[in-house]
């Protein structure tokens, strides 16, 4: 059975950084995007950045310039590195990787930017 899992979530002050992982277990091949999306108090999941199979990466406006995906294809494991953290990026952190058939989501770690 397919699991994700997200790691390195925390509280960490304005301005900070923090890197998330994203682990795959039991199995999963032929994975064609890996993705972010967090979902804040109160408000709908919103996505975040992707990573194509052939490296190619996208981002919101919100995050641009500032979180940076990556993968390691061996793993397979996927990182989100944020930097120049602001309160409003605080949420739950999801994972998601899109296979043949369909895709599989990670339970969520917890990003708080507070002072």
């Known amino acids: 059975q397919v699991q994700l899992v997200e790691s390195g979530g925390g509280l960490v002050q304005p301005g900070g950084s923090l890197r998330l992982s994203c682990a795959a277990s039991?199995?999963?091949?032929?994975?064609?995007?890996m993705s972010w999306y967090r979902q804040a108090p109160g408000k709908q999941r919103e996505w975040v950045a992707t990573?194509?199979?052939?490296?190619?990466?996208k981002y919101a406006d919100s995050v641009k310039g500032r979180f940076a995906i990556s993968r390691d294809n061996t793993k397979p494991t996927m990182y989100l590195r944020m930097k120049t953290l602001k309160p409003e990026d605080t949420a739950v952190y999801y994972c998601?990787?899109?296979?043949?058939?369909?895709?599989?989501w990670g339970q969520g770690t917890q990003v708080t930017v507070s002072s």
């Open positions: 998601k990787y899109v296979v043949r058939g369909g895709d599989y």
């Open positions: 039991g199995g999963i091949f032929d994975i064609s995007a």
């Open positions: 990573i194509t199979s052939a490296g190619n990466t």
